[in-house]
């Protein structure tokens, strides 16, 4: 198949450090190359994926992210550039309401976040010309009044990813600072615990900003320590030397990629039960899904009762990059079979 791929202008593909949309197109883009396919990325000048790659921005619109103006003009020459493909795999918000336009494409897009009210609004409204790839059961399950094609979970490069004893002597958060992804409610489920906690987090927007300096930064200090924004093998190297990863979210995550890059460290999850987290970590086995922040600060403390082997076990099972190729390669191959079959005759064109 020739497959083309539309990856968000925001950041490079891979991202340097905080990215996971990105971060996915990459080994998306490696695996269908891998696997004999055409692939042909439409991102920005500073990507360094190792596959065929256009542009309209030589580097990532980082300074004006989320503009419409930027979005639009990256979507309307990406879909020009892979006309004749037979998948776009769109990444974009812009491009499932644009692509349906060129109706010989086969445009297959995946919602990154949550099926909310306003992206509901968007995917309801683009029709049975655009195929949804929803990343996990909880997501989908959000999903009203809008077809998935399929669930499929992200996966990762294990043999890539450094097993860790968890030796370094602390517990570690990482993510957005953000209220959802709960930054302050692991430094105080580390206070209580009495262990040490590295906090690495993007923190680039103001609302970010805002909330480390109000509830976050008041808590700095002991034992209790902000590493700032970590990427490529460093992140792997602070994850494999975490005794866990303390993920005490209060959202509906739609997946959490963060959750199975500690389990491939081996470094066990312990997480409220929200969004995907049920799907990724089995409770027990590999973390704890804990109900309330007592319960978590007690977990705290059981965390010597997980076998890190199986933490990296399961992400082998259950999230390698492989698996997710493979299964995105099997819907592209059904949709477009179905596209080439011929159209039946209707009884009224009989002779």
Known sequence: MRIGMLAPPWVPV????????????DRLARGFQAAGHEVLLFTTGDSTCPVPKQWVFERS???????VV???????????????FDVVHDHTMAGPAYGPR???VQIVTTNHGPFNDELLDIYRAVGPGVSVIAISESQ????????????????IDVEELPFGAGDGGYFLFLGRMAPDKG???????????????????????????????EQVRPLLGGDIEYVGEVGGSDKY????????????????????????????????????????APEIVDDGVTGFLCDNRREMVEAVARIGEIDRRKCRAAVEERFSTSRMVAEHL????????SSAAPRPTAASELP
């Not at 340097?16 to 971060?23: L, N, V």
């Not at 989908?140 to 009044?145: I, P």
């Not at 930054?183 to 609302?207: D, F, H, N, S, Y």
């Open 14 to 25: 891979p991202p340097p450090t905080y990215g996971g949309t990105e971060t996915i197109v």
């Open 61 to 67: 619109e980082q300074v004006r992210i989320g503009s």
């Open 70 to 84: 930027s979005e639009l003009r990256h979507v309307v020459r990406g879909y020009d550039v892979l006309q004749g």
């Open 102 to 104: 060129f109706p010989d």
């Open 140 to 155: 989908a399950s959000f999903a009203e009044g809008v077809p998935i094609a399929k669930v499929i979970h992200h996966g």
């Open 183 to 213: 930054a302050r409610r692991a430094a105080r489920i580390a206070q209580e615990a009495g262990v040490p906690l590295c906090i690495a987090a993007k923190m680039r927007e103001p609302l970010e900003h805002e909330y480390f300096e």
């Open 237 to 276: 190297e602070l994850i494999a030397g975490a005794a866990g990863l303390l993920n005490p979210i209060r959202w509906a995550e739609p997946f959490g990629l963060v959750m199975i890059e500690a389990l491939a460290c081996g470094t066990p999850v312990l997480t409220f039960p929200e969004g995907a």
């Open 330 to 337: 099997d819907l592209f191959e059904s949709l477009v079979s």
